[in-house]
């Protein structure tokens, strides 16, 4: 009797663990989403009556990626928004507020889960327009090169129009910030300096070589130069763009610190190349935006880490 006792506990227990194993291998890990699993019976509840397994698996990948996404976008709906959409909605269908929560009610669609309904669909949008953004990548070689391959094109059909900007001659004196020169102290330093330039004092190239910390230009008169605008940082771009020609600006801050320059000339100068390299840029990045725009859930297969792991 004892014998057979264990023998049936042993059977039991030998059942158990044929069942535990039969469990772990139904549970195995297929593919990891940055970190996440993906189980072989969650591939097995999606495939359908098709038995599409690839179809199943890419479908879980996804859904798990926009919620992934949803979750780390930061994206918050302005209620004020939502109450916009719901009385456009009721204007586009020709009702007032009033009958619109009426024809909602006779829907068995309640305010609130018409209201949650269009948080979700703006979430949505903007996660899909974040994705698709995040998703173009252009290197600067790749503009260089095709920027001058169409310009080469051009060329030699004739087409190419030559395209040209304004260039300044700029002179300016930097200070850098330090921990025995504040912002404060740095701006009333070049309004000194500024103000004996104008009174004659010294000349501007004498104060470039004396105080700028830009010693390259400094050196020269503080000259950078001719360039266009936008070889510089933009507030040093926008003041050059805004002085007048022989005229010392105010002092002005950009992140190298804090500058006093002066415009000494102006002409125009070749842009075609810089023409053609924009066009080149638009092109790339309106090519990949397509390309993201027909299935943005691809876009997030991009910046994600997914791994496979083999039957």
């Excluded at 989403?33 to 189980?39: A, E, M, N, S, T």
């Excluded at 780390?72 to 007032?96: F, H, M, Q, W, Y």
């Excluded at 020169?181 to 740095?186: E, G, I, P, S, Y």
């Amino acid at each position: 009797m004892k014998k057979f006792i264990l023998k049936s506990f042993l059977l039991a227990t030998l059942g158990c663990v044929a069942f535990t194993s039969m469990a772990q291998a139904g549970e195995r890990v297929v593919a990891t989403v940055d970190g996440i699993p993906i189980l072989e019976s969650q591939v097995r509840a999606n495939m359908g009556k098709k038995g599409d397994r690839q179809n199943a698996l890419d479908k879980i990948i996804d859904d798990l990626l926009v919620q992934k996404a949803i979750q780390e976008s930061g994206v918050k709906i302005d209620p004020r928004e939502i109450d916009r959409v719901v009385e456009d909605t009721a204007a586009r269908n020709g009702l007032t507020y009033g009958q619109f929560l009426d024809a909602l009610d006779y829907q068995g669609i309640s305010l609130n889960t018409f209201r949650q309904q269009i948080a979700n669909q703006m979430m949505m949008g903007a996660v899909r327009n974040k994705a698709i953004n995040e998703s173009v990548a252009v290197t600067r070689e790749e503009v260089v090169a095709l920027g001058q391959k169409m310009l080469d094109e051009a060329k030699l059909q004739g087409t190419a129009q030559k395209v040209t900007g304004k260039e300044y001659e700029v002179r300016h004196i930097l200070l850098k910030l330090n921990p025995m020169l504040n912002d404060v102290q740095a701006k009333a330093e070049l309004t000194r300096i500024r103000s004996d330039i104008i009174a004659g004092k010294m000349t501007f190239a004498d104060a470039a070589l004396k105080y700028s910390k830009d010693y390259l230009s400094g050196a020269n008169g503080g000259s950078l130069g001719y360039a266009f605008p936008e070889s510089y940082a933009p507030q040093f771009a926008q003041t050059v763009a805004q002085s007048k020609q022989g005229v010392i600006s105010a002092p002005f801050k950009t992140e190298f610190g804090w500058h006093i320059l002066e415009v000494t000339g102006t002409r125009d100068g070749d842009r075609t190349a810089d023409a053609y390299t924009q066009k080149a840029y638009e092109h790339l990045v309106n090519s990949q935006l397509q390309d993201a725009n027909k299935d943005w859930v691809k876009a997030l297969r991009k910046t994600a880490d997914i791994q496979y792991f083999n039957k």
